[in-house]
């Protein structure tokens, strides 16, 4: 059936992010990765994403199905679109990927105010910049301060984080690929919804929606079966 590769966002890492998908261990190989710059790995001066997709990349095998959150759900979206020939499907919770809809004004307004966070906020203060990132993507995770050691680290990876309201994502290339889609979105912030209509309807993709847990949709108890059959389904469509 292929690999499950699960690539983590910008704050909880791996394990933080994965911890729920450990239950589908049974039914899948699953590749929990940990980003470059990211606990466990050491940090690193700038994370970019086009660096990191091509990182996934190289990492991906046929017949994988990639899996990413938010700031990985970007990365995803671009080794996804150069590495289309390997993938079995695809599935991204809530990318940022700002720039597939800006002209919707609740995701302008969101770029908008990503862009002026990175440039004018704490981002010498990794306590103070994690807060106010995490208000800002609708999150109601509240992290324990001080922040412990791996926490900050991830925290000072946020801060020195490319924006992804630079990424350019290939739609044209994406939508022409063989693999199935996924979007899962929360129903909790309008730039998010935004953006993932505009990659369900380019791309074609499934949609799915459940509400109640914030930017952290993975957690949902309906999470793990739906996906689970999403996977199935196109490891079935592939013979």
């Known amino acids: 059936m292929g690999r499950l590769v699960l690539v983590h966002g910008s704050v909880l890492g791996a394990r933080g992010t994965w911890g729920a998908q450990k239950a589908l261990a049974d039914r899948f190989e ?3 990765l940990d980003r470059p710059g990211f606990p466990p790995n050491p940090p690193v001066e700038r994370i970019d994403f086009a660096q990191d997709a091509e990182w996934l990349g190289e990492l991906l095998r046929n017949g994988d199905h990639l899996v990413g959150h938010s700031y990985g759900a970007v990365i995803a979206l671009l080794a996804a ?13 809530e990318p940022p990927a700002t720039r597939v809809a800006l002209n919707d004004p609740a995701v302008a ?5 990503g862009a002026e966070l990175w440039a004018h906020g704490p981002r010498d203060d990794p306590e103070a910049f994690l807060r ?3 208000e800002a993507v609708g999150s109601e995770y509240d992290p324990p301060s001080p922040l412990p050691p791996e926490l900050e680290q991830a925290a000072r990876g946020l801060a020195n984080e490319r924006g992804p309201w630079e990424a350019d994502i290939p739609l044209d290339a994406l939508a022409v690929a ?5 979007v ?13 209509d505009v990659l369900e309807r380019e791309l074609g993709a499934e949609r799915l929606v459940l509400p109640g847990y914030g930017h952290t949709v993975q957690r949902h108890p309906e999470f ?3 996906l689970a059959d999403f996977v199935e389904r196109a490891s079935a469509a592939q013979g």
């Open 30 to 32: 699953l590749v929990v």
């Open 81 to 93: 679109a150069t590495r289309r020939d390997v993938l079995a499907s695809l599935t991204v919770i």
């Open 109 to 113: 307004a969101f770029a908008r105010g």
């Open 132 to 134: 106010a990132f995490l």
């Open 178 to 182: 063989s693999c199935p889609v996924l």
């Open 184 to 196: 899962v979105s929360g129903a909790h912030h309008p730039a998010f919804d935004g953006i993932c």
């Open 224 to 226: 793990n079966a739906r």
